[in-house]
């Protein structure tokens, strides 16, 4: 049986890019928000989710982190997607029409100098496409959408402006997670990521200390985040990614230092790096 690709966001978004460049052919579910995607993943057979963690340019995807470290979902893949935001507005309407500009808060992030050249109003958004489907749907010539090309074409509208994004090499990372994914098998000719979150005791230099064994070991470290979580200032969890399988010797002598200072250490997955990286 084929596997049902899970998204947040509606068809035409980029997530829908994403599967459509790792899948081919995919069957999706859509789901309005990353919360509702996690669950419908883990109560449906046969799923993969298809998540966007961070974007080279307005940085990580607010929400996700908590929803890794509570999922029970595990890391299969990475998928490094090139973004290209297009200005999109009904089909009789010059850019000097509009008036506001919606879209997700990370695709509005990324324009925020050409919003702000156009003097457009911005009005965050669940995604994307969804915006694009709104501007359809309710026809104000005034009102316009940052969205793909993909998005414009599915909901019947014109580009007013390509590559509307402020800086070039807009790229944003997914992640490929399942619920019944085991750690990719060692091989020494592979290259690996493992991403884990972990949150530190409460001692002086614990942070120095659980990381000092990646340099100890020469482990590089392509990610190192923290967030807040309990809804308090001091409980801090942190997301991290090392080059390397944990079944390495190295990796595996850093991640044991790492563990002997933490409270709780959980490994997301074990994944062949994706070419982009390199």
Do not use: W
């Not at 595990?74 to 309407?93: A, M, R």
């Amino acid at each position: 049986m084929a596997n049902k690709i899970i998204i947040q966001g509606e068809q035409g978004a980029y997530s829908h890019l994403a599967a459509v460049k790792i899948f081919k052919n995919p069957s999706m579910i859509c789901c309005k928000t990353f919360e509702d995607a996690f669950v419908k993943t883990k109560s449906t057979k046969n799923s993969k989710l298809l998540i966007p963690i961070e974007n080279s340019i307005a940085g990580r995807v607010a929400d996700v982190h908590y929803l890794l470290s509570s999922s029970r979902l595990k890391i299969e893949g990475e998928h490094f997607q090139k973004v290209e935001h297009c200005l999109l507005g009904l089909k009789d309407v010059s850019i000097k029409q509009i008036e506001t500009v919606r879209s997700h808060a990370q695709a509005i992030g990324q324009c925020k100098k050409n919003i702000y050249k156009l003097k457009l109003l911005p009005i965050v958004a669940a995604d994307t496409a969804g915006s694009a489907k709104y501007i359809s749907e309710h026809q104000i010539e005034s009102e316009s959408a940052i969205a793909s090309a993909l998005a414009a074409k599915i909901y019947g509208l014109k580009i007013l402006k390509k590559n509307f994004e402020d800086l070039k090499g807009n790229v944003t990372r997914f992640l490929i997670m399942s619920a019944s994914t085991r750690p990719k098998l060692y091989k020494k000719n592979k290259r690996y990521i493992t991403s884990c979150i972990f949150r530190l005791k409460s001692v002086p230099s614990a942070l120095h200390k659980a990381l000092g064994g990646f340099a100890e070991n020469k482990v590089n470290l392509t990610k190192l985040e923290s967030f807040s979580t309990g809804n308090s200032f001091k409980q801090v969890s942190f997301y991290l990614d090392i080059e390397g399988h944990m079944e390495n010797l190295a990796a595996k002598k850093a991640l044991t230092i790492l563990k002997k200072h933490t409270e709780k250490l959980d490994i997301l997955g074990v994944y062949f790096a994706n070419s982009f990286r390199y």
